[in-house]
């Protein structure tokens, strides 16, 4: 893949991520939006729970994408870009294309996801 296309996918990544966090964090994503922990409602408060714990999992995602985001950004600009990080082969342009931040061939990526549970 181009790296200057890369880059400028990337980038465009990156203001989106930007302009969906700003909007989450606009509305009070994680925040409580009762006045007084008082409710009339009790089934309201597991709602809330588990809508701030989906708004808290959104923006932690959205930051998790970032890293990754500024990692490949960060590749280009050392000339490492395209290239697996594990066994330094190169990644195949359909998966750039499709994941232009993937830091590892299919075979890697699926070790290291492995390795995480």
């Known amino acids: 893949m181009d790296t200057q296309a890369a880059r400028t996918q990337l980038e465009q990544m990156l203001r989106e991520i930007d302009s969906t966090t700003a909007t989450l964090e606009g509305e009070g ?3 409580s939006s009762e006045l007084t922990h008082l409710t009339q409602h009790p089934g309201d408060v597991g709602t809330d729970i588990a809508d701030n714990d989906r708004e808290h999992a959104l923006l932690d995602a959205e ?7 500024e990692a490949a950004l960060a590749r280009i600009e050392d000339g490492s870009y395209g290239r697996c990080v594990d066994c330094g082969r190169e990644i195949p342009e359909a998966r750039l294309e499709v994941r232009p931040e993937a830091a590892r061939c299919v075979d890697d990526q699926a070790k290291h996801e492995a ?3």
């Not at 930051?63 to 985001?69: F, G, L, Q």
């Open 63 to 69: 930051a998790v994408r970032r890293t990754e985001i």
């Open 29 to 31: 994503a994680g925040e």
């Open 115 to 117: 390795a995480q549970d």
